[in-house]
């Protein structure tokens, strides 16, 4: 099942869209009402999570070292990895 999130003004019981969707008329779409500027971006995150729509990135750990980037001879790495991807 496909989803779509698309912006929408309320006039009456209708609700006019600011884009057209790839649906037929007649068919039934469930609509979730999120009003603008009630809910703080990272409340707006949390409830996507919720429904399954995203995934929040992971904290990073704590304790975690500064460990210097690492000499190493011969080529660069990134000039390695071009040659082998042609």
């Known amino acids: 099942m496909e989803r779509w999130v ?8 209708t609700l006019v869209l600011d884009e057209a969707l790839p649906l ?3 068919t039934t779409v469930t609509v979730t009402v999120i009003p603008q500027g009630e809910i703080s ?3 707006f995150y949390s409830w996507l999570a ?5 995934s929040l990135p992971k904290p990073s750990p704590t ?3 500064y460990s210097p980037p690492r000499k190493i001879s ?3 790495l990134s000039q390695i990895i ?3 991807r042609r």
Do not use: N, S
Request: charge should be negative.
């Open 50 to 54: 919720a429904e399954g729509l995203i």
């Open 63 to 65: 304790g975690i070292r």
């Open 74 to 76: 011969g080529k660069p």
């Open 82 to 84: 071009i040659e082998e």
């Open 41 to 43: 971006e990272q409340e």
């Open 24 to 26: 037929p008329d007649g």
């Open 6 to 13: 698309v912006k929408a003004v309320v006039q009456g019981k």
